[in-house]
């Protein structure tokens, strides 16, 4: 009798496990998709590698595409949702947008949208904060800074205030083009974002 309670035990935790499993979609730009790096190395393979690690049954999905624009992940959400039906998505998105001087509110309109629809599919959201460098002028930089902050405020999402902290600005973790983060970062990103993700699963 002992025996069949510890295996009834164990098949009840597997169950739970297994119900509480589901699918991370990473919607993000070229931080995420691994630009110039091998897609086993970026911070999102990592992650993968985490969750079986510390027994977690979620499959993680990378739909981030180099050099989109908040606009254009927000065109390739609705397919993704009914594809693949996420329990959390998570936002690395706005570094495209800053890059080309658009309005801040536009990726701050485009982002509330995409956490809507997230949500109205019944997932979670991680929304992860960007920085323009100072040569993009003050006012800009800090308009578009705020944008994160403010959505976390009006939409009560999970944030990371900037995902590249300790990495940005850095020369030694850095690729050669001093804008993408190279294998040596993607440790430290994971790191960044882990502490706002693991409450979430």
């Known amino acids: 009798m002992r025996m069949w309670n510890g295996v009834a035990g164990v098949l009840l935790l597997a169950m739970a496990q297994g119900a509480a499993a589901g699918t991370v979609l990473i919607l993000g730009d070229s931080i995420s998709a691994g630009f110039g790096l091998d897609t086993s190395a970026g911070w999102v393979a990592l992650l993968q590698r985490r969750l079986a690690q510390q027994g977690e049954g979620d499959t993680v ?107 940005g600005g850095t020369p030694a973790l850095m690729q050669a083009d001093g804008i993408h983060p190279n294998q040596s970062a993607q440790g430290r990103l994971l790191d960044n974002v882990w502490p706002a993700l693991q409450p979430l699963l």
């Open 61 to 167: 999905v990378n739909a981030s595409v180099t050099g989109d624009t908040s606009a254009n992940a927000q065109a390739r959400l609705p397919a993704l949702l009914t594809q693949y039906k996420p329990k959390l998505v998570v936002l690395e998105l706005g570094g495209n947008d800053g890059l080309r001087g658009q309005p801040p509110m536009q990726l701050q309109q485009n982002l509330a949208q995409m956490i809507d629809a997230s949500r109205a599919v019944g997932a979670k959201v991680l929304l992860l904060g960007m920085r323009l460098p100072p040569n993009y002028g003050a006012r800009y930089t800090q308009a578009f800074a705020q944008v994160y902050g403010n959505l976390a405020q009006d939409k009560q999402v999970a944030w990371v205030p900037f995902m590249l902290e300790g990495v």
